[in-house]
């Protein structure tokens, strides 16, 4: 039963690269969260997507960023003509169907993006 | 807007003693609080959630206390063990937008042997 699954675990991008940041959600899981970690600094909610839809990007950067969660295949958080500000720790999540009174997602072990 | 503030950013515990992490918060829609344990390069771990509803919640060695009227809550871990020295978040989700968290900044606990 395997967990939230990110790849790469370490992404290292010139400026003015593209960034692919791939998370596989936990068997079941119909919900995906991104969370962006800047250095001493707590997670900032980024997006959440459902299968094929995006349901609230209300966290994510107007430009360069963008993110899929397609039918088939894991969800994919996409940062174009990376800058150095961009250099973080970016967290997956995953949940299964929203429970009223609550739930807890599941984290991956992220992806730290370092821009040179 | 940091509406949920963990002032402290690291704490140190002696083995056996009692840990106790705080969280304030600013915003009183939130209804459903938790706390996540993170060791260094790996992902956020669920430890223990709260409702609004309640004031307490208590697991094992771990307790969450919630002051609504303090817009306050604290995290209890007694006895501190050092495997429970990691980075402690505190979450926050609000009633109308419960699909997104809010957390803290983090308080590194170092339990000391």
């Known amino acids: 039963n395997a967990g939230v699954m990110q790849n790469p675990r370490h992404l290292v991008r010139r400026r003015g690269q593209e960034a692919r940041l791939r998370c596989s959600p936990m068997?079941?899981?119909?919900?995906v969260y991104w969370y962006r970690q800047l250095p001493e600094e707590g997670l900032k909610f980024m997006v959440y997507?459902?299968?094929?839809?995006?349901?609230?990007e209300s966290g994510m950067p107007k430009e360069r960023f963008s993110a899929e969660f397609p039918k088939e295949g894991p969800s994919i958080l996409r940062i174009q003509q990376v800058v150095r500000g961009d250099s973080a720790a970016y967290f997956c999540?995953?949940?299964?169907?929203?429970?009223?009174?609550?739930?807890?997602?599941?984290f991956g072990q992220g992806t730290r993006l370092t821009v040179v | 807007d940091q509406q949920v503030k963990q002032n402290s950013p690291s704490l140190s515990v002696q083995e056996g003693r009692i840990s106790i992490l705080n969280c304030d918060y600013t915003n009183s829609m939130f209804d459903y609080f938790l706390w996540y344990k993170k060791y260094p390069a790996e992902g956020p771990t669920f430890l223990i959630s709260?409702?609004?509803?309640?004031d307490k919640n208590e697991d094992g060695r771990f307790t969450v206390f919630l002051n609504k009227s303090a817009k306050h809550l604290s995290l209890h871990i007694v006895p501190s063990q050092p495997g429970d020295s990691a980075v402690y978040f505190c979450?926050?989700?609000?009633?109308?937008?419960?699909?997104?968290?809010?957390f803290g900044s983090g308080t590194k606990l170092n339990v000391k042997p």
């Open positions: 999540a995953s949940s299964p169907l929203i429970r009223v009174l609550g739930f807890e997602a599941f």
């Open positions: 997507l459902q299968k094929e839809n995006i349901i609230d």
């Open positions: 979450a926050a989700r609000d009633i109308y937008n419960f699909n997104k968290f809010y």
């Open positions: 709260i409702s609004s509803i309640k």
């Open positions: 068997k079941g899981h119909s919900h």
